[in-house]
Structure formats: structure tokens, C-alpha cells
């Protein structure tokens, strides 16, 4: 019976192919394994040999034909052998289109512009994604308003990513001065530690990326209310100002950016009415005093950053974490190397560790956990940072009145950032089964505003990095080797050590590695994890070889400058594929 040749699938995100050239034509002879055409994409040219040995009885696709993965492109058999009258020019069964996404996530179509051709749009919350959405959809003509009911920037700007990042850097500073100064010939008498002004460098930093947001709105002619919105029906909603008064909104679209909230969990003495010692991450950002020791449950980016900058500080830090690995989000031979340094700093980790209670002390705080083996451990310390995580901030929000489907306040949208309420778009940290990350938050924003103008556009997670700024820094972009191992892929590991890399050694004395996981058979890089001197601006390069399907060759034949830290990412290529070229062969 004659056999069908199918468009293949060249690499994981192909959806189709040029034929390039036919290396036989019909009534060839053919044998198995001999090149029967190329075929091309945007990013890939591969000659593709035939599976089946016989007489090449039909050409459905001629070279130059752009044809669907899987679909029938000729036909191989027994010479003067008929063909089925179907040509298989219809994709396979399995590959069918799927069933239809819930009702939860089913597009919506968003309201008409208003007569006078202005589209008016309301944000709520001025965060990362709700700044972001508000400044594209004024771009694109609407009318906008925001309203923002404690301060531009959200949590990122205020108190989260800058105001971390900035005392981070305080500590990196400290770090670096007291460790490698006298090597490199810098000769420092009596450094040490303002803790007051670097809380004051942090927070004018803050203020002014803060402020830069305020002109950007009036720049856009963005109308900002300082107050709290509630839905009071599907497109409707009651702001309550900051002087008590309430005004009511019907615009033609509204987009929840309401963020997320730190995350209490249901421990005994954690809340801060029962333990003063007890703090999320904002208080930990507003300490007068550098504290001599504290315990930090959990061992998520929030808790090891801020363990890394108080331990640098000195103070006295161990880190309790209810899993068997810190940093679960991030490929764990990254990991490795950030907790190999944190322990080195003297942090103190004690994973598979459940905490009962925290009992107040005269010192602040007692941590009663049971490890895996069901041992009794205590951990006492002035300070216990409780970094959990975050839950949505949703619950003022009054979702049912509008209808907005949710999962626990978590609202449910599809990659347009679409609820189930035609007009109503969510983003960032307060939809559900996204990234809790600030530029997720404003690429969603950027999807959202888009979508309600007119621009088709989705939302893609797959270019997503996830950086901690631990010393050294730490970033993934795309799958671990756990996720590729999980899903059964066939795939190869490249690796690069800091330590073989000039700029590194300068930098940091080459501590770091980077890790580059590829598809097997067309050498597609299907992620990147970084850990060493400025990995979350190097993740960037792994994020861009991700969204544009670019394989090992192609990193490798792209020229890195010399020296540089990015010249590890070609290194860890080139030994994904047997060849590296500053290390020994593995």
C-alpha cells in the first residue's frame, strides 16, 4: 500500500515548512535513507531522507510550496501502484483542532469606541502592568483612567523589586569592597555599614522612578484618581475617592492590574499582632536597625534575597523551607551555586523543615519546626521574616457583581488577557496560572490595552526569565533539565563554568555557571539558567534564542566580544555539542 510523506516537524515550535528542493522526481526510484527534499523554515534548513524505500509515485507539494506540519507533501509505493483518491492533503486525525477552552477562558469581544471615536479604558491599580497598560492604551488613542488607591509604581516601585534591588546593591557593594578590594589593589581603611542611608538611597531611587510615572501620565494625558474601585455590575464600577466621595464608572473597557499582597500563612505567632518580631518583605525593607540575627521562612526569591542582603550586612541568618529544595523555580545545578555561596556567607538552610509555631521571646522570636525525619528543631532570632509568597489582591474587588469568573480571587483569563466578561480584561499578579513577575505584568499590560484597541495580540510565557538577585545573580529562561526529563523529551546539556571565563574571574573571581538545554535531534535551545556576574541582563540573550526557535549552531556562529560574560553562553553551546573550546572535554 502506497505510504504517505508528511511536512515534518523540525524542532518543538514549527507549525510549517518550505520545500525547498525535490532530490527525486515522480517514477524515481527510491531507497530508504537517501535525501528525498529539503525543507526550510525561518530558522531551519534540513535535508530529510526517506522512510520508506520504493518508487516515488506522486509530488503533491513542488518545490516552493510552503505546506502545514504533517500534512501529505507526495506519495512512495510499488511502482504503478494507485494512490487513495484522498491525496492527504488534510491534516491527520490527532492533529484536529482542539476542543473549545472553557467558558473561563473563551475570547470576549470588548465594547465599541464611543462616537466620538475614543475609546475609554479604566485601569485598576498603577503598577507595573497597570502604568504599562494605561500608557500603551493612550498610545493607541483611548481615553484612560487610572485608579490607584496607595501609590504609582505598585509594589514593584515602592516596596518590592527597586527598593530590594537597591539595597542589594548597597550589599553587593559591601561585599565586594571587604573581599576583593586589597587583591585588585584597592586599599580601603574602615569600611562599614550606613544602614540609614542606605534605607535613604533606596528610597530615593524609588521616589524617583516613582515620579517619573507621574510625568509619563500627564505626558500621555492619563487621568489618575487616587481612591478604590468595586465592581457593581458587569461593566460598572463605584470608586470611593480619597476624600470619602464615590463616583461611578462605565467605561468600554476596564483592566483589573490590582497586583498581589503578601501572603500569610496559617502558622501560630506569625501575624504581626502577635509577634512585633514577626515581618513580611515591605517591613524587611523598612528596618532602622540592621538586625544581629533572623530566621527566614521560606525559601522562595523573596526570602533569599533578602537573606543575602542582611547576611552581608551581618546579620545572622537561617532559612527554614517547607520543601527539599530551595528555589524550586529555578534549574537546581543554578541553584547550587547561589546556596554553595550563601552557605559560605554563614546562612544556615534546613530544608523538608515544617514550622509548628513562633513563639515571642525577649529576643523577638522562637521558630518551632519538625524535619523530615520528625525531629523537634528550634530557631530563635530578633527577626522572623515570614516570605511565603503572594496571594492576588482581589478581595475588595467585588468580582461576583461583574460576573468575573475566579479561582479563590484569582481571575481567570485566556492569553489575551480576557475574562469571561466581554470588555473586562485582567493582568500581572492577580490572574490565575501566570508568573507573579513585574514584567509579566507589563507585557500582559501592553497584550491587554492592545487587544481592547484593536491590535490582535497574546500573551507568551514561554519567553519568560525568572531572576533572583542573590549573590552572584541567578537567572532561567525556558525549560529546566527536571522538565525536560519530565516530559520525555530527547535532549542534550551544555555547560560553561564562570570560572574558564576571563570577564568572570574579574568581576568575581568566576564564580557561576551557565546551563543550556537543547533539543537532541535539530539542536533547538529549549531553555537557558544562568548563575554569576550579571545573569539577569545575560538571561536576556537566552530568552531572544527561545522566541526566535535559534539552535546551538546558531549561537555558536553569532560572535560574542571579547572579553565578556556573554562569551559563556556560546562556550556552553559549543560543549552542548561536543566541541567547547576554554575547557577541558568532558
Known amino acids: ?79 504503478g501502484e494507485a494512490i487513495p483518491e484522498d491525496d492527504g492533503d488534510e491534516a491527520p486525525a490527532e492533529d484536529a483542532a482542539p476542543e473549545a477552552a472553557p467558558a473561563a477562558s473563551a475570547p470576549a469581544t470588548a465594547s465599541e469606541p464611543a462616537a466620538d471615536g475614543k475609546k475609554s479604558v479604566v485601569v485598576i491599580g498603577a503598577g507595573p ?36 534591588k537597591s539595597i542589594l546593591h548597597s550589599a553587593e557593594l559591601y561585599e565586594q569592597v571587604k573581599s576583593q578590594a586589597a587583591n585588585i589593589g584597592v586599599d580601603v581603611e574602615g569600611v562599614s555599614v550606613n544602614f540609614g542611608q542606605v534605607m535613604k538611597h533606596k528610597s530615593e531611587v524609588s521616589a524617583q522612578l516613582v515620579g517619573g510615572i507621574g510625568g509619563l501620565f ?57 509577634n512585633p518580631a514577626c515581618i513580611g518583605s515591605t517591613e524587611a525593607l523598612e528596618l532602622e536597625e540592621i538586625p544581629k540575627s533572623m530566621v527566614v521562612i521560606g525559601g522562595g526569591v523573596i526570602g533569599l534575597e533578602l537573606a543575602c542582603a542582611y547576611a552581608t550586612f551581618g546579620t545572622k541568618v537561617e532559612v527554614v523551607e517547607a520543601l527539599d529544595k530551595m528555589l524550586p523555580i529555578l534549574d537546581q545545578d543554578i541553584v547550587a551555586v547561589g546556596v554553595s555561596h550563601l552557605e559560605n556567607m554563614g546562612v544556615g538552610f534546613h530544608l523538608s ?17 519538625v524535619d523530615k525525619d520528625g525531629n523537634n528543631l528550634e530557631f530563635e532570632a530578633e527577626k522572623v521574616l515570614v516570605a511565603v509568597g503572594r496571594r492576588s489582591n482581589t478581595e475588595a474587588l467585588n468580582l461576583d457583581a461583574a460576573g468575573i469568573k475566579n479561582d479563590r480571587g484569582r481571575i481567570l483569563v485566556n492569553d489575551k488577557m480576557q475574562t469571561n466578561v466581554p470588555g473586562v480584561y485582567a493582568i500581572g499578579d492577580c490572574v490565575f496560572g501566570k508568573a507573579m513577575l513585574a514584567h509579566t505584568a507589563s507585557a500582559m499590560g501592553e497584550v491587554a490595552a492592545e487587544n481592547i484597541m484593536g491590535i490582535a495580540a497574546e500573551y507568551d510565557q514561554s519567553t519568560c526569565p525568572s531572576c533572583v538577585y542573590m549573590e552572584p545573580e541567578a537567572a532561567s529562561v525556558g525549560m529546566t533539565e527536571d522538565e525536560a526529563k519530565a516530559k520525555g523529551l530527547d535532549y542534550k546539556v551544555g555547560k560553561f563554568p564562570m570560572m574558564a571565563n576571563g570577564k568572570a574571574i574579574i568581576a ?26 550579571r545573569a539577569t541582563d545575560l538571561i536576556a540573550e537566552g530568552a531572544l534564542a527561545i522566541k526566535v526557535e535559534a539552535t546551538l549552531d546558531e549561537l555558536i556562529e553569532t560572535i560574542h566580544s571579547h572579553p565578556t560574560i556573554s562569551e559563556t553562553m556560546r562556550e556552553a553551546a559549543l560543549d552542548a555539542e561536543g566541541r567547547v573550546i576554554h575547557m577541558p572535554p568532558r
Open 1 to 79: 500500500m502506497a505510504t504517505k510523506v508528511v511536512m515534518p516537524t523540525l524542532g518543538l515550535t514549527m507549525t510549517e515548512g518550505t520545500i525547498e528542493e525535490w532530490k527525486a522526481n515522480e517514477g524515481d526510484k527510491v531507497n530508504k535513507g537517501d535525501v528525498l527534499f529539503s525543507v526550510s523554515t525561518d530558522k531551519l534548513t534540513n535535508d530529510i531522507e526517506a522512510e520508506e524505500s520504493g518508487t516515488l509515485l506522486k509530488v503533491v507539494h513542488p518545490a516552493g510550496s510552503v505546506v502545514e506540519c504533517k500534512k501529505t507533501i507526495a506519495w512512495i509505493g510499488e511502482e
Open 508 to 533: 568575581n573571581g568566576g564564580e557561576g555557571l551557565v546551563k543550556i538545554i537543547a533539543d537532541s535531534k535539530y539542536g533547538q535551545v529549549l531553555g537557558v539558567h544562568i548563575a554569576g556576574p
Open 353 to 369: 523543615c515544617t514550622v509548628q509555631e513562633v513563639e515571642k521571646t525577649a529576643v523577638g522570636g522562637k521558630v518551632k519546626c
Open 218 to 274: 500627564a505626558a500621555n494625558k492619563i487621568t489618575k484618581i487616587d481612591g478604590s474601585a468595586a465592581f457593581t455590575g458587569e461593566k460598572q464600577l463605584e470608586v470611593t475617592k480619597a476624600d470619602g466621595s464615590k463616583e461611578t464608572l462605565t467605561p468600554d473597557a476596564i483592566i483589573v492590574a490590582s497586583g498581589s499582597v503578601n501572603a500569610t500563612p496559617p502558622i501560630p505567632g506569625v501575624g504581626k499582632d502577635e
Open 129 to 164: 502592568g497597570g502604568y504599562v497598560a494605561a500608557i500603551r492604551a493612550a498610545q493607541l488613542g483611548a481615553d484612560v483612567t487610572v485608579v490607584e488607591q496607595e501609590y504609582l509604581g505598585g509594589t514593584c516601585l515602592n516596596v518590592g523589586c527597586i527598593p530590594t
